[in-house]
């Protein structure tokens, strides 16, 4: 293994062991916000008075644009015959706009 593909490597399941206890935390707060019948008025509420939350949530950002956009690479390289600089320059351009709406997102529960 290359050297940037070994980094590339470690980076995805670096994400990956962030974003798992991020899911499960999200989904425990969907689950609770449905069972409690709160309305978006509420929840947003409730975001913004913490600093808590839009950090949790800019953290799940980061993850999952990092996760996402080296997933993609690989599923590139392994079903087509993309191999040059333009590849990684598309990802890592995938990633930044998964970056930038993810954090739009943040910015409107803050």
Same mark, same amino acid.
């Given at each position: 293994?290359?050297r940037?593909?070994?980094?590339?490597y470690?980076a995805q399941?670096?994400s990956?062991?962030?974003?798992?206890p991020l899911?499960?935390?999200h989904?425990g707060?969907i +689950?609770y916000a /449905?069972a409690g019948?709160l309305? %978006?008025a509420?929840? &947003?509420?409730?975001?913004?008075?913490?600093?808590i939350?839009?950090?949790?949530?800019g +953290?799940?950002v /980061?993850?999952?644009?990092?996760h %996402?956009?080296?997933? &993609?690479?690989?599923?590139l390289r392994?079903w087509?015959s993309w191999?040059?600089?333009? +590849?990684?320059?598309?990802t890592?351009?995938?990633g930044?706009?998964l970056?930038l709406?993810?954090f739009?997102a943040?910015q409107?529960?803050?």
């Amino acid at each position: 293994m290359k050297r940037p593909e070994l980094w590339l490597y470690v980076a995805q399941r670096g994400s990956a062991l962030v974003l798992a206890p991020l899911v499960l935390l999200h989904l425990g707060v969907i +689950l609770y916000a /449905v069972a409690g019948g709160l309305s %978006a008025a509420e929840i &947003l509420g409730r975001t913004r008075t913490s600093w808590i939350w839009p950090a949790t949530y800019g +953290l799940f950002v /980061v993850a999952a644009a990092i996760h %996402a956009a080296i997933g &993609l690479r690989v599923v590139l390289r392994e079903w087509t015959s993309w191999r040059d600089s333009s +590849l990684d320059i598309a990802t890592v351009g995938f990633g930044l706009t998964l970056l930038l709406l993810g954090f739009r997102a943040v910015q409107a529960i803050a």
